[in-house]
Nanobody, 120 residues
Framework: QVQLVESGGGLVQPGGSLRLSCAAS????????MGWYRQAPGTQRELVAV???????NYADVVKGRFTMSRDNAKNTVYLQMNSLKPEDTAVYCC??????????????WGQGTQVTVSS
């Protein structure tokens, strides 16, 4: 009922930048919080950043000062600008949205993820 599609991942050298996008579509009445999560091989999924409808953000300590999350409510899209990337940022990055859908309740929806690889 709701689809989240991420884009913008890829291979980048240490110190480089990438910008991820996540667009939501479907029977959306309202999107509440949206977040970016990541999971590296052999590790648990971790929260990277979250943004409220009003644009208030929170970041994991390991990305503070390097990553910036933003959203365009008119486009149902969030972005993650990642600067000063490190090899330890390598992971699959997934988008999450808490969505109230038409004629139904509220639930969390997830995208398929996009691979980010930081390597020289």
């Amino acid at each position: 009922q709701v689809q989240l599609v991420e884009s913008g991942g890829g291979l980048v050298q240490p110190g480089g930048s990438l910008r991820l996008s996540c667009a939501a579509s479907g029977r959306i009445l309202r999107i509440n919080d949206m977040g970016w999560y990541r999971q590296a091989p052999g590790t648990q999924r971790e929260l990277v950043a979250v943004i409220t409808t009003g644009g208030r953000t929170n970041y994991a300590d390991v990305v503070k000062g390097r990553f910036t999350m933003s959203r365009d409510n008119a486009k149902n899209t969030v972005y993650l600008q990642m600067n000063s990337l490190k090899p330890e940022d390598t992971a699959v990055y997934c988008c999450m949205a808490n969505v109230r859908i038409i004629f139904a309740g509220t639930a969390d929806y997830w995208g398929q993820g996009t691979q980010v690889t930081v390597s020289s």
